[in-house]
C-alpha cells in the first residue's frame, strides 16, 4: 500500500529535532520559533535582528524564515547566548542569556515622552 503525499509531509515535518546544542545539532536551518526557544526569548526579538541584518537568513515568504545552523551558532557566540558561555558560571541556569545579550536582542532603548503638558 502507498502513502499518499500529505501523509509523508505531515510525517516528515514531524522529525524537526529540538535544539540542543547548535553545534551539534544535526539540521542546516533552523525556524524562529525553534531558535526563539532553544534562547529562551521571544520570536519577536528574533525578527528585530533580522530586520536590523544581524542575524542572516533566507526568506521564504512575507514572515516565514530558515536561518542557517551555522549562522545562528555564530550569532550566539558574538551575542553570548546560549549555553556555552552559561556553563562557565556552575551554580546558574545553563540557558541563561546575559545582560548584554538581551540589550542586544532588544535593539535601542527609546525614551517615552509624556503626551500632558508640564505646567
Known amino acids: 500500500m502507498s502513502e499518499s503525499g500529505d501523509s509523508k509531509r505531515a510525517r516528515s515535518r514531524s522529525k ?7 553545534a551539534t545539532h ?3 536551518f533552523v525556524t524562529v520559533s525553534a531558535l526563539a526557544k532553544y534562547w529562551m526569548i521571544s520570536p519577536k526579538q528574533i525578527y528585530k535582528q533580522i530586520e536590523a541584518n544581524t542575524l542572516p537568513t533566507l ?7 530558515r536561518i542557517r545552523t551555522r549562522d545562528a551558532e555564530r550569532f550566539e557566540k558574538q551575542a553570548k547566548l546560549g549555553p556555552a558561555f552559561a556553563q562557565k558560571d556552575a551554580g546558574r541556569d ?17 525614551t517615552v515622552r509624556s503626551a500632558r503638558g508640564r505646567g
Do not use: D, F
Not at 59 to 65: A, E, I, K, N, V
Not at 102 to 107: F, I, N, P, R, V
Open 16 to 22: 524537526i529535532t529540538k535544539i540542543t546544542n547548535l
Open 26 to 28: 544535526p539540521a542546516r
Open 59 to 65: 526568506r521564504l515568504g512575507p514572515r516565514l524564515y
Open 94 to 110: 545553563v540557558r541563561k542569556v546575559s545582560k548584554t545579550a538581551k540589550a542586544e536582542l532588544s535593539g535601542p532603548r527609546r
